[in-house]
């Protein structure tokens, strides 16, 4: 039987230059001065583009304030190019319908307390205006317990059904953390589908996984390969990511079919072999996104690098197998030997 790798020693991570190095070089991004947390991608011109969270610390521990939604691009996931923020806060999400790309987050940068979700458009990605229908939508409060800021938040915009669908991460009015989810046609007026997700107990406690025990399932991502579809949602308490799958993007999820998804944010905790296996769960990493490009399938989330001190992007390979998908702890085929960072 092979034998499956074992982890590294928790010191190699700072003191091994070797390995932060190349750890540093291949689809790593972190921009100066700032934090990065939920992000999304879109292809346009040759180059990927990644809108992101961009935030500051303000404070001891959790004192922290978003900066405008983050903007930058690269076209080998080596070397990246920072363009000017939007003028707009929260976790982002993006689309593009016809000439003109769509973007969603929490509230305009000049409305801080504003609940719904507000949306900017732009011919080019660069130049943004706000719509002039705001906010696009406001949770229902016969769904939700709470609508505001605070809980419907971190959308995922994608096509669906001929339109479009989108997730948020919300509560019941039962206080059950929940994935929400509407519909349209126009990317402007949406339509309630109500939670296509719960949590089996109120926030704070223990669902029936062991572990689990956020109050609301953050940065919900969905997506569709070979007929399977897999959500994946974060722990907002343990900062840990799920991957539930089903064959129905609207209902049958359950925990009886989920898994830990994780990568290898600190470098040491990869184990080497394909495995869905709780015990290998990484540590402080969230937001993972799923996406294909010229390179094949890659998978995106935000962690906490202990040796720049701040939530910053990893980008990894990944393999599906058997329906699922693991993440790989190397870069195969990769394009050239260039070093990464900011240009």
Not at 51 to 70: K, M, S
Not at 188 to 207: S, T, V, Y
């Amino acid at each position: 039987m092979k034998q499956a790798l074992r982890p590294f020693p928790k010191q190699n991570w700072k003191f091994n230059r070797a390995i932060r190095a190349e750890f540093r070089r291949r689809g790593f991004f972190a921009e100066p001065g700032h934090y990065l947390k939920d992000h999304t991608w879109i292809e346009h011109e040759g180059r990927w583009h990644v809108f992101f969270i961009r935030g500051v610390e303000v404070g001891a521990f959790t004192g922290t304030r978003d900066r405008w939604v983050g903007h930058a691009s690269t076209v080998d996931f080596i070397q990246w190019k920072i363009h000017t923020p939007v003028p707009m806060n929260g976790a982002p999400s993006i689309i593009r319908c016809g000439r003109l790309f769509y973007l969603y987050a929490n509230q305009k940068a000049d409305d801080p307390n504003a609940p719904g979700i507000c949306l900017a458009t732009s011919p080019d990605l660069e130049r943004w205006t706000a719509h002039e229908k705001y906010p696009v939508y406001f949770p229902n409060p016969k769904l939700y317990g709470r609508p505001g800021i605070q809980h419907c938040r971190d959308y995922h915009v994608m096509p669906f059904e001929g339109g479009y669908l989108m997730l948020f991460a919300e509560i019941t009015k039962d206080a059950l953390g929940c994935v929400g989810a509407i519909r349209s046609k126009n990317l402007l007026d949406w339509e309630d589908l109500g939670p296509i997700f719960k949590l089996d107990k109120p926030g704070w406690g223990h669902a029936q996984w062991e572990r689990v025990g956020y109050g609301i399932p953050e940065s919900p991502f969905l997506l569709e390969k070979d007929g399977r579809w897999h959500l994946l949602i974060t722990d907002n308490l343990h900062t840990r990511t799920y991957r539930l799958w089903s064959d129905h993007p609207l209902k049958g999820w359950s925990w009886k079919r989920s898994a830990f998804f994780h990568g290898a944010p600190t470098g040491w905790d990869w184990a080497g072999e394909p495995r869905m296996d709780p015990s290998a769960a990484a540590g402080v990493s969230a937001a993972y996104e799923l996406f294909e490009t010229q390179f094949g399938w890659l998978v995106s989330y935000y962690f906490y690098d202990p040796v720049e001190k701040k939530s910053v992007l990893r980008v990894e390979p990944v393999a599906w197998r058997d329906g699922h998908p693991f993440i790989q702890p190397r870069w195969k085929h990769w394009p050239n030997k260039k070093p990464g960072g900011v240009i």
